[in-house]
C-alpha cells in the first residue's frame, strides 16, 4: 500500500508540474494573442477562444490535484 501511494503521490506531482508550466504557457500565448489582435475581427480569434478554453479548463484541474496530493499526505500520517 505505501508503494503505491509514493508511486500515485509521484504521478500526481508530475501533473501538478505539468499542468502548471502548460497554464503558463497558455497566459504567456493569450497575452500575445491580446496584443497581436487589435483589430475587432481577425484570424486570431478562433485561436484566442480555444486557449481562453484550455486555460479555464486547467485552472479548474488545478484545484482537484492539490486536494488528492492532501488526501496522500493525510494517508501517509495514518500511516497507509
Avoid: C
Wanted: charge should be negative; proline fraction near 4%.
Amino acid at each position: 500500500m505505501s508503494n503505491f501511494i509514493n508511486q500515485l503521490d509521484q504521478e500526481l506531482t508530475m501533473a501538478h508540474s505539468t499542468i502548471i508550466a502548460i497554464n503558463e504557457s497558455l497566459l504567456t500565448l493569450d497575452t500575445a494573442m491580446q496584443t497581436a489582435a487589435r483589430g475587432p475581427e481577425t484570424a486570431l480569434k478562433p485561436v484566442r477562444e480555444t486557449t481562453t478554453y484550455a486555460i479555464n479548463l486547467i485552472q479548474s484541474l488545478y484545484p482537484l490535484i492539490m486536494s488528492m496530493k492532501t488526501s496522500l499526505q493525510i494517508l501517509r500520517q495514518a500511516g497507509y
